[in-house]
């Protein structure tokens, strides 16, 4: 009952601050909530997943999309973009992502998911102790795209980008979708990666795609050292892409790097890969990467972490090219709080993080951050409780829009535990 109160305490301070507006649900269940990198004067699109089991017993994501206005008030209803998405096999990178065509104030989401008739396999049976389980089905997955307007909706149907492996291979997948959008070239450009649980990491594959989605040509497989896993894309300021990714240098996967490489607007590389977290240090997870095309520059973060062990956030300034801008610095965050997201704001950044907190279980908080990525000020929490997974978009005007999950932990019961739900909420840090 005290804890209820003080969830409830923490909630009223938060409402009634001059610069945090009002949370709103995005809808009645989902969660992870993903802003593209850039906002019109008119506000974002939030897209975010909620859990689904098809008829043939395999398990995924629905993407939805709804849009938010700049005054971060959801418009219309949220509409559905995809379904089946899931992280590639063995959990690499993100299972969908989103970007922004400027010009014509749409969006351009992709995901790693599933159609009729793609492969599967029988990787485990039904399980009763110590938990009841279903059985394990390995299911194929590939990158497909869809465009949503800039009223909110969608209309044309979703497009197929890869095919990877052997068509019947379950276990082959276009994973770790990561999607950018060139003005200049008027063209997006998608990096996905060819996964396989039975091995480490992936091949990185790079797709030129046009202002409705279609692919200019076929995929083109990136020579970069190394297996990868997570990925991350955005444009440049002068055209062209920066890449951020996590690479395998052996066959340890704690010990993972990662790595940047500028790509010019057909998705090839130019330049060279530069490793950004320390060689030889903590593997690197959890990685961001985002730009700031009005100072010309990029942040990459990352968690660092050996064999489980948590040793913390760390960010990094590069140029537009990926050349580093002085050492990594440390961020005064601990690894278990999850993931972190990150934007350019005023002249410098802006984090996004889970954190404990006793009076409110977990929090999302809000740090400024000056150009080279040292955090400056007090955190600000504007989640209220149990709130996981932030996302960050800016929308100008010393504006921030925040989405999380709102966890399920502290709510109802054990045995009947209401959805996780997605919010947002409009601040001015």
């Not at 269940?29 to 906002?39: H, I, K, L, T, W």
Request: aromatic letters at 6%.
């Amino acid at each position: 009952m005290v804890r209820r109160v003080r969830i409830a305490l923490a909630a009223a301070a938060l409402c009634c601050s001059a610069d945090v507006a009002q949370a709103a649900d995005l809808a009645v269940e989902g969660g992870d909530v993903r802003f593209p990198a850039e906002a019109s004067s008119r506000g974002t699109l939030a897209v975010f997943s909620r859990f689904e089991r098809a008829a043939d017993g395999t398990a995924g994501l629905d993407v939805l999309a709804r849009r938010v206005g700049a005054d971060g008030r959801p418009q219309g209803d949220a509409v559905l973009v995809g379904k089946g998405a899931a992280p590639g096999p063995g959990l690499v990178g993100e299972a969908y992502a989103v970007a922004f065509d400027r010009r014509r104030t749409r969006w351009l989401v992709a995901w790693s998911g599933r159609e009729p008739g793609m492969a599967q396999a029988s990787c485990g049976p039904p399980q009763t102790f110590p938990v009841s389980t279903p059985a394990c089905v390995q299911a194929k997955r590939e990158v497909f795209v869809r465009v949503v307007d800039a009223d909110g909706g969608v209309a044309d149907p979703a497009r197929r980008i890869t095919a990877t492996g052997d068509p019947g291979d379950a276990y082959a997948s276009g994973a770790a979708p990561a999607v950018a959008y060139d003005s200049r070239a008027d063209r997006f450009l998608l990096v996905s990666v060819a996964a396989d649980p039975r091995r480490l990491g992936g091949t990185l594959v790079s797709h030129v795609l046009d202002r409705a989605g279609a692919p200019v040509r076929d995929g083109t497989t990136l020579p970069l050292t190394g297996n990868a896993a997570a990925t991350e894309l955005v444009s440049g300021p002068d055209g062209g892409y920066l890449l951020g990714f996590a690479g395998f240098g052996g066959s340890d996967p704690a010990e993972r790097e990662l790595r940047v490489r500028p790509l010019t607007a057909a998705g090839r590389p130019r330049g060279r890969t530069v490793t950004v977290s320390p060689s030889g240090g903590p593997g690197a997870s959890g990685i961001r990467l985002a730009m700031d095309r009005d100072r010309g520059e990029a942040l990459a973060v990352w968690a660092e972490a050996r064999s489980g062990a948590s040793s913390g956030f760390r960010a990094r300034r590069l140029t537009v090219g990926g050349r580093p801008r002085g050492g990594g610095v440390p961020l005064p965050f601990t690894v278990g709080t999850g993931r972190v997201d990150v934007v350019g704001f005023g002249r410098g950044w802006l984090f996004g993080v889970t954190e404990e907190r006793p009076e409110i279980g977990h929090a999302v908080l809000v740090h400024r951050g000056r150009a080279d990525g040292r955090v400056v000020g007090a955190a600000r929490v504007v989640s209220d409780d149990d709130a996981v997974t932030p996302g960050l978009a800016d929308l100008g005007k010393g504006r921030a829009l925040v989405g999380w999950t709102l966890s399920p932990v502290s709510r109802g019961t054990a045995e009947a535990p209401p959805p996780p739900r997605p919010r947002v909420r409009l601040v001015r840090p």
